[in-house]
Every structure is written in structure tokens, then in C-alpha cells.
């Protein structure tokens, strides 16, 4: 039987005072993430994994959080290309920072994180300015 790998994480909007912002950002978001290939046709992000809550005071105060969980088949040997393909989707949304949490059967955990430079992404910048962050847990998982 193959291994298999936990991914999961949060993307994190900025806050902000003004409701027509937090509106656009948010409606963007939802969009894109509407967008992205569903059911078996997804080879690293689908639109199942993603999830966010949509009413003020039912789990979203001023910052959205879009909240991801998949498992796969030995992810961990073509990550380079998950990430590519999380960092495309990242260009597309509005956000501050992101992490995601990766856990394996062989490698252990890790956690990498990627924050805005400038302290929040538009999809209008384009290319993704961003400090990123790797960390990995010690120890062996079972």
C-alpha cells in the first residue's frame, strides 16, 4: 500500500473597516476558488478541499480565513509542483498570509508559510511578493 500525505492550512485576508472592500475581496475569492476543478478531474487543488465561512458573525469577524484539507498518495515526491500550483492560485485571490501543513508517512511534518511583503496580496500585483518559510517538525511520526 502507498503512503499517504495530509496537507491542510488556512489563507488569511487582511482586516479591514471598509464593508464594499471586505465584500469585493471576499466575493473575488469565492469565485476563484468556485473556479477550480472539481470531483476526480483535480490533481493537487479542487474546490472540494476548500472551505470558508460566509456570515459575518458566524465564524467570520473583519478577516476571512479560507480554511483547505486534502489527503494524498504520496504528495511529498511532487511538491515542488503542488506548490506551483498553490502559488498560481495565491496570485488569483486577495490574502495576507497563508500556511500550509504537510504531513507524511516517511518524511514527517512540515509547515511552510508564505506572507505578503507588503502586508496583503491583490490579484492585480500580479507577481506574488512574498516572504516564504519552511520548518520541519523533528521526531519520527508513526
Known sequence: MESESIVYGCIRDWPS???DQRI??????????ASLPG??????????MFSFCDLPGAGLYRTQ????????Q?????????????EALLKQLYW???VVHLETELNGSHIFRWESESGFHSPREGDLRVRCAWERESGVHV
Open 17 to 19: 473597516d471598509n464593508p
Open 24 to 33: 469585493l475581496r471576499r466575493e473575488t475569492n469565492h469565485r476563484i476558488l
Open 39 to 48: 470531483g476526480e478531474a483535480w490533481p493537487f487543488l479542487g474546490r472540494e
Open 65 to 72: 480565513v479560507i480554511h483547505f484539507g486534502a489527503s494524498y
Open 74 to 86: 504520496t504528495v511529498e515526491y511532487e511538491w515542488k509542483l503542488w506548490v506551483q500550483e498553490f
Open 96 to 98: 495576507a498570509s497563508a
